[in-house]
C-alpha cells in the first residue's frame, strides 16, 4: 500500500472536508435559496424562477450529502454508527425535511392551483431551513461534546436527550450554518435571476452576512473565553484501531490548541469572515460573479474552522472522553482506506467535470419570461 | 441482551422504508432504458412522436424519481440510525460499496436528470440521448453497487475478523466485487426493474388502446414496452433460477425453507408445487411436488442431495457450540489474559464466532450457554417457513403471468393486430401492479429467508440494532409512515392526473384532448 495508515487517516480527514465542503457549497445554495424563497418571490412566477434556477441541479447538488453519509460508512464507520444512532431525533428531522424537498421542486407545478403551490413552497422551506439548521446545531454539540460512550464490545449508548442539544453554543451555530447557508443562496440568486428578484435577493445576501458575521465571531468568542475543550495525552498506533486505548485530557480551552501551534491555520476563520465581509461589500455590482465567490471562500473557511478546531477529534464524548471518536481511531482498517482512497482519486475529478459540465449548459439568468413562456415543461 | 422489542421496530422500520424505497427504484431502472430506445429511435428516424413519448414517459418517470430520490436518503443513513453495531462491526466491508455507488452512479444519475428535463433545447440530439442513457446507466449501476452490498449480507466473503477491532475487516476487495451471489441477484434485481418499466408503459399504453386515444403513440409505446419486457422477463426467469443454484451452495437454510423441506431426501430432490408448511410440527402438509425439479435447479445434478431443515440445524448446533467457545476465548483475549494455546484455539473456530454470538438472544455470557439455550438457538436459525414458501412460489406466479402477456404482447404486435385483441390489453392493463408485487415478494422471500442474520452466518440481526428506547422508535416509525402515506397520495394522484391528461400534456397541438378542443 501505497501509503502508511497514519498517513491514510490524515488523507480521509481531509477528503471527508473536501465532501463535507462540496456538500456546503452546492447543496448549500439550494437550501439558503429555498429557504429565501417563500420571502423573495412574490408572485407565482417569481417563485418559479427561484425554483427554476434550482430544478436542473437539486438533485446532483443533494449527492454530496449521501456521499457524505457513505464516505462515512466506509472510512469512519465508528463516527457513522455512533454519530447517526446517537443523534437519531435530529438526523430524523432532517431526513424528514429532505424527504419533502423532491416534491417541492418536480410537483409543485405539475398543478395549477395557488393553495397546492404554496403548500409546497412552504414545505420547501422548511426542508431547506430544518436540515440547515440543526446541522449548525450537530456542529455545536460537538464543540460540547456529546453524551456518549462505547461498551467493551464498542456498542455505542447515548445518554441524552433531543432537548439538551439545544445549548445556547448549540444554537448559536445553528444560526451561523442558517445565516451562512442562505447568504450563499443569496448570492447564487444573484447570480442566476435578474430585475426585482435579483434586487430582493442582493439585500437578503447582505442582511445574511451581517447576521454570520456576528453570530460566528460570537461563537469565536465564546471559545476563546476559554470553552473546555479535549486533548489527547496519549494515543497508542498500530495496524488496528482501539478507540478505548488513547488517554484523554479536559482542558479549558483547548479546541484552540491547533491555532496556537500552527498558527497558519488561523486562515480558516479569517477566510470565514473575510468571505461573508466580501459579501456584505460586493453584493450587487457586476454580474454577480464575485459576491458568490465570496460567499464561498466564506462557506469553506467556516466549514474548515469547526474542522480544525476540533481536529483530531471528530465526535468528543461529554460523559467519557476516553470514548471520543479521533482521526487516528474511528477508522477503517488501512486496507480500505487505501481502496476507497484510488476510488475517491478516480471518480472524484469525473463527478467535479461533468457537474461543472452540466452548470455551464444550464447557465445564464432564468427571467421571468422565460418560466412564462414554457409554463408546460418546466418546474 | 438487547431488548426484543427494539429488535422488532427496528425491522419492522427497515422493512417498511426498503419496500417503500422499492416501489420506486424498479420503475426507474426500467423506465429509463425505455427512454433511452425511445430517444434513440428518434435521434435516428428524426419522428417528432419519438421525441414525443420520450417526453411524456419521461415526465411520468420524473414524478416517480422524485419519490425514489426521497426516499433512498433515508436508507443510506439507516445503518447508522437504527443499526449502529452492524455498522461498526462490518463498515470496513460494507460500507466500501455505498460509497462507491455514490461516486460512480448516483451522482452520475443525478446530475444527468437535471439535463434530461432541461436540456432539450440546450442540447443537441446526441448530446441529449447521451445525457438519458447516463441516467439510465447511473440507476442501474447504482443497483449493481447495492446488490454487492446486499449480496455481501447473504453470503459474506473476503472478510476477516480482527479482535483487536472487535470487527469484521476487509482481507480481499475483489472477492467481494465478484462475489457469485452479487452478480445473480444484481442481473435479477436490475432485469425485474426493465420489466416493471416495461408493464408500466406496456399497461398504460393499452388502456389508450382501449379508450381509442392517441393511437399512434399508443401502439409504437406498446410495441417498444412488449420487446424489451419479454427480452427482461427472460432474464429474471432464467437469473432467479440461477438463484436458486446459488442458493444451493452458499444459503442451505433459506432453500429448504423456501422448499419446506424438512428432512434430506434421495436425490434427486422434488419441487414442491404446493403445501401447507406447518412450523411447529415441523413438517409440510398436504405437499404436491414436482420429481426431480428442485435437485436440478439446486445442485445442476440428480445424484447430489439438497439438505432439509432439519439435518441444517443439526449442523447449525454443532456451529453454536464452538461459537460460544470462541466467544469465551475471545473475551480472555480482550481483556489480556489470553495464553497462546488460547489465540491458536480461537484462531481455528473463529469462523464460528456468529454462530455464538446467535447466544447473545438467550444470555448474556454465550461461553456459559446452558444446553436448553444452545438447542433455543439452533431451532431459531430457521427463518419463518410459510413467509418465504409462499412469497417465493407467488413471485414466480406472477413471473410466469408476465412471461404470458409480454410473450403474446410481442407475437399480435409482430403480426401488427395488437390493437385488436382487447383481452391482451385489458390483461395488460389490469397485470400492471404484477412486477411490484413480485419484487417485493422477492425482496421478503430474500431477507426474511436470511433470519436470524443480519450478515449471514457472522452477526445476527438482534445485535446488530442501535441501542434505542422504543419511545424514539414509536417517533421515527411513526413520522415514516406519516410522511410516506402523505406522499404516496400526493404520487399516486400526480400520476394518475397525467396518465389521464396523456401526451396531451406536452402542450405540441398534436394529440387528443388538444384536438378535441380545437
Given at each position: 500500500m501505497l501509503f502508511d495508515y497514519t498517513t491514510l487517516q490524515l488523507i480521509w480527514w481531509g477528503l471527508v472536508a473536501v465532501l463535507l465542503i462540496g456538500f456546503a457549497l452546492t447543496d448549500g445554495f439550494d437550501m439558503g435559496a429555498g429557504m429565501l424563497m417563500p420571502f423573495l418571490g412574490r408572485t407565482d412566477t417569481e417563485r418559479r424562477v427561484i425554483v427554476n434556477v434550482l430544478g436542473p441541479h437539486w438533485d446532483g447538488n443533494q449527492v454530496w450529502f449521501i456521499l457524505a453519509g457513505g464516505a462515512l460508512f466506509a472510512a469512519w464507520p465508528m463516527v457513522y454508527a455512533a454519530a447517526f444512532s446517537g443523534l437519531y431525533?435530529?438526523?430524523?428531522?432532517?431526513?424528514?425535511?429532505?424527504i419533502l424537498r423532491p416534491g417541492g421542486f418536480e410537483y409543485r407545478s405539475k398543478?395549477?392551483?395557488?393553495?397546492?403551490r404554496s403548500s409546497w413552497d412552504w414545505l420547501l422551506f422548511a426542508g431547506s431551513a430544518v436540515p440547515a439548521l440543526l446541522f449548525g446545531v450537530a456542529?455545536?454539540?460537538l464543540f460540547l461534546g456529546?453524551?456518549?460512550r462505547l461498551d467493551a464490545d464498542l456498542r455505542s449508548f447515548y445518554e441524552g436527550g433531543f432537548f439538551a442539544l439545544l445549548h445556547p453554543f448549540a444554537l448559536l451555530a445553528g444560526v451561523t450554518s442558517v445565516a451562512l447557508l442562505a447568504m450563499h443562496g443569496g448570492t447564487y440568486l444573484q447570480l442566476r435571476t435578474e430585475g426585482v428578484l435579483r434586487e430582493r435577493a442582493t439585500r437578503a445576501a447582505r442582511w445574511m452576512a451581517l447576521v454570520m458575521v456576528l453570530a460566528f465571531g460570537a461563537a469565536g468568542l465564546w471559545l476563546a473565553a476559554g470553552m473546555e475543550g479535549l486533548r489527547i495525552i496519549a494515543m497508542p498506533r498500530g495496524e488496528s484501531v482501539q478507540p478505548l486505548a488513547k488517554s484523554v485530557a479536559i482542558v479549558d480551552g483547548a479546541w484552540l490548541d491547533n491555532y496556537r501551534q500552527a498558527p497558519l491555520t488561523l486562515l480558516a476563520p479569517v477566510a470565514g469572515f473575510a468571505g461573508a465581509l466580501g459579501v456584505l461589500l460586493l453584493s450587487g455590482r457586476g454580474r454577480g460573479v464575485l459576491p458568490f465567490a465570496a460567499s464561498t471562500v466564506a462557506v469553506v473557511g467556516v466549514l474548515l474552522t469547526a474542522g480544525v478546531s476540533l481536529f483530531p477529534f471528530i465526535m468528543p464524548s461529554s460523559i467519557d472522553p476516553v470514548s471520543s471518536l479521533t482521526v487516528w481511531d474511528a477508522t477503517s482498517s488501512h486496507?480500505?482506506?487505501?481502496?476507497?482512497?484510488?476510488a475517491a482519486v478516480i471518480f472524484v475529478p469525473i463527478i467535479l467535470l461533468y457537474t461543472s459540465w452540466a452548470f455551464r449548459v444550464m447557465r445564464g439568468r432564468v427571467t421571468e419570461a422565460h418560466v412564462e413562456e414554457n409554463s408546460g415543461s418546466l418546474y | 441482551m438487547v431488548d426484543a422489542a427494539v429488535v422488532d421496530l427496528s425491522r419492522l422500520q427497515f422493512a417498511l422504508t426498503a419496500l417503500y424505497h422499492f416501489l420506486f427504484v424498479p420503475l426507474t431502472l426500467g423506465l429509463s432504458f425505455i427512454l433511452v430506445i425511445m430517444e434513440t429511435v428518434y435521434v435516428m428516424t428524426g419522428k417528432p412522436i419519438y421525441k414525443d413519448m420520450t417526453r411524456f414517459w419521461g415526465k411520468l418517470f420524473g414524478i416517480n424519481f422524485a419519490m425514489g430520490v426521497a426516499t433512498g436518503i433515508t436508507l443510506e443513513f439507516q445503518f447508522g440510525t437504527n443499526w449502529s453495531y452492524y455498522a461498526h462491526y462490518v463498515g470496513d466491508i460494507f460500507g466500501a460499496p455505498l460509497a462507491i455507488e455514490g461516486l460512480m452512479a448516483f451522482f452520475l444519475e443525478s446530475t444527468f436528470i437535471g439535463l434530461f428535463f432541461f436540456g432539450w433545447d440546450r442540447l443537441s440530439r446526441v448530446q441529449h440521448l447521451l445525457v438519458t442513457f447516463l441516467v439510465a446507466l447511473g440507476s442501474s449501476l447504482s443497483a449493481l453497487w447495492i446488490l454487492i452490498a446486499n449480496a455481501w449480507m447473504q453470503n459474506p466473503m473476503g472478510a476477516e475478523f480482527n479482535p483487536e477491532t472487535m470487527r469484521m475487516e476487509l482481507a480481499s476487495f475483489s472477492d467481494v466485487l465478484f462475489n457469485p451471489v452479487a452478480q445473480v441477484k444484481f442481473v435479477h434485481t436490475a432485469a425485474a426493474g426493465y420489466v416493471t418499466g416495461a408493464m408500466f408503459v406496456l399497461g398504460v399504453s393499452a388502456w389508450y388502446m382501449l379508450k381509442g386515444r392517441d393511437l399512434n403513440?399508443?401502439?409504437?409505446?406498446?410495441a417498444v414496452a412488449a420487446g424489451f419486457g419479454l427480452a427482461a422477463v427472460l432474464s429474471v426467469i432464467t437469473l432467479g433460477d440461477e438463484s436458486g443454484y446459488e442458493l444451493g451452495e452458499v444459503q442451505q437454510m433459506k432453500l429448504a425453507s423456501i422448499e419446506s423441506e424438512w428432512q434430506t431426501h434421495e436425490p434427486p430432490a422434488s419441487f414442491k408445487l404446493f403445501g401447507i408448511p406447518d412450523m411447529q410440527g415441523r413438517e409440510t402438509d398436504y405437499a404436491v411436488e414436482i420429481p426431480w425439479v428442485m435437485g436440478l435447479i439446486a445442485t445442476r445434478s440428480v445424484d447430489e442431495p439438497v439438505y432439509g431443515i432439519k439435518h441444517l440445524v443439526q449442523a447449525n448446533r454443532e456451529r453454536i457450540v464452538k461459537g460460544a467457545r470462541a466467544y469465551g476465548l475471545l473475551q480472555k483475549m480482550r481483556a489480556g489474559e489470553a495464553s497462546i494455546a488460547d489465540r491458536v484455539a480461537f484462531n481455528e473456530i473463529k469462523d464460528n464466532l456468529g454462530y455464538g454470538l446467535l447466544l447473545k438472544r438467550y444470555t448474556d455470557q454465550p461461553s456459559a450457554a446452558t444446553p436448553a439455550q444452545i438447542e433455543q438457538a439452533a431451532l431459531a436459525t430457521v427463518p419463518n417457513v410459510p413467509v418465504v414458501f409462499w412469497t417465493f412460489r407467488l413471485m414466480v406466479l406472477a413471473g410466469f403471468i408476465m412471461l404470458f402477456i409480454f410473450a403474446a404482447a410481442v407475437y399480435f404486435c409482430a403480426k401488427r393486430t395488437a390493437g385488436d385483441k382487447r383481452w391482451l390489453l385489458k390483461m395488460a392493463l389490469w397485470a400492471i401492479p404484477l412486477p411490484w408485487l413480485a419484487a417485493e415478494l422477492g425482496w421478503i422471500t430474500a431477507e426474511m429467508g436470511r433470519q436470524?442474520?443480519?450478515?449471514?452466518?457472522?452477526?445476527?440481526?438482534?445485535l446488530a440494532v442501535s441501542s434505542h428506547s422504543v419511545g424514539d422508535l414509536i417517533f421515527s416509525l411513526g413520522g415514516f409512515v406519516l410522511f410516506y402515506s402523505a406522499l404516496a397520495v400526493v404520487e399516486v394522484w400526480l400520476m394518475l392526473k397525467y396518465i389521464r391528461k396523456g401526451p396531451s400534456s406536452l402542450g405540441t397541438g398534436r394529440y387528443h384532448f388538444e384536438q378535441a378542443a380545437a
Open positions: 431525533i435530529p438526523l430524523l428531522l432532517v431526513l424528514f425535511g429532505l398543478v395549477d392551483d395557488g393553495r397546492w456542529i455545536g454539540n456529546l453524551p456518549f486496507r480500505t482506506l487505501s481502496i476507497m482512497l484510488w | 403513440f399508443a401502439r409504437r409505446s406498446f436470524p442474520w443480519a450478515i449471514g452466518g457472522i452477526l445476527p440481526t438482534g
